[in-house]
């Protein structure tokens, strides 16, 4: 399967614990970005890496949310103390700068992290 | 801020008939559109966006800046377009995309 990896696919927690996702991106793309899906709403932005560089990163992600991609590959999103609000699907997305797919995001099938 | 309404949360149609999936934004510059599809089990995925000008699947959707919408329609609906959609809009030079809540439609046979 070439397409964007995510793993965990699920995540149960307790309140109050770190846990960090990991996205594989599809390996000739260069921006990767991350979105959370709460139940009966579309993904909403969270960040947004080009090659290593954070670019943008949303109101929605709180001093408790941090993203990295530190050698422009793979990303790694960590939640600490986690609440029972960050309970959602997180979906990590890829794509390429150029080409006729640029500006097309391609999605994981998601982490579901289930805050209890 | 850019902002994507998906009126209808639900929709039935019966196989044959004709689908339209209501998609309105707010957005002040030149959007890119975008529909995505999630079948069941399976991840989101494009269907089509609005700068291609095609039909997939037997979908087509127009940008209308006038009235702000980008509808998604098909003339006769099968039982394998049951899903959910999503309408997306891209704002120009920015790289994220705003989402609607999505429609879930559903083929009656």
């Known amino acids: 399967d070439t397409g964007v990896s995510q793993d965990p696919r699920h995540k149960i927690t307790k309140r109050g614990q770190n846990v960090t996702f990991r996205c594989d991106p599809i390996s000739e793309h260069n921006r990767l970005y991350w979105y959370r899906q709460t139940l009966g709403q579309g993904p909403e932005f969270l960040t947004y890496?080009?090659?290593?560089?954070?670019?943008?990163k949303s109101r929605l992600l709180s001093d408790r949310f941090s993203a990295e991609r530190p050698k422009g590959s793979f990303s790694t999103l960590e939640i600490q103390r986690t609440e029972q609000g960050d309970s959602a699907m997180y979906l990590c997305a890829s794509s390429p700068e150029q080409g006729l797919a640029k500006n097309i995001q391609y999605f994981g099938a998601g982490t579901r992290l289930s805050v209890l | 801020a850019q902002r994507v309404t998906q009126p209808e949360k639900l929709l039935s149609v019966f196989k044959g008939a004709p689908v339209e999936l209501k998609c309105n934004y707010s957005y002040s510059g030149s959007p890119e559109l975008f529909w995505y599809v999630q079948y069941s089990r399976q991840r989101l995925q494009l269907l089509l966006r609005?700068?291609s000008r095609e039909s997939i699947k037997g979908f087509t959707a127009d940008l209308n800046k006038g009235e702000t919408s980008f509808h998604l329609k098909k003339p006769f609906a099968q039982e394998e377009d049951s899903a959910m959609y999503y309408c997306a809009l891209r704002a120009f030079g920015n790289e994220k995309l705003t989402f609607g809540t999505g429609t879930r439609l559903t083929i009656i046979p």
């Open positions: 609005h700068i």
């Open positions: 890496f080009q090659n290593e560089a954070q670019l943008e």
